[in-house]
């Protein structure tokens, strides 16, 4: 499990009672909207909103090669 705390970002682009802030990922609450961006680790669990053909690689977790769609469904 050790290995796995590298691929956690440090900080996290959130919306949080309506400010957009950047803050420390351990710190992502609840109701925090969280901006996902081409190329960046996703700082927590989440569950999507809007999306555009988002695709995600989970051959760390799976080594799964092939990246995966992921839909707002």
């Known amino acids: 499990m050790d290995d796995f705390k590298g691929f956690i970002p440090t ?3 959130v919306t949080r009672n309506g400010d ?15 901006h996902v961006v081409a190329g960046k680790s996703i700082p927590a669990d989440i569950v999507l909103l809007t999306s555009k053909e988002m695709k995600v690689n989970n051959a760390s977790l799976t080594g799964e090669s092939d990246d995966l769609l992921r839909t707002v469904e």
């Open 20 to 34: 957009k802030k950047s803050i420390e990922a351990k710190d992502v609450a609840v109701g925090d909207l969280i």
């Open 11 to 13: 900080t996290a682009e």
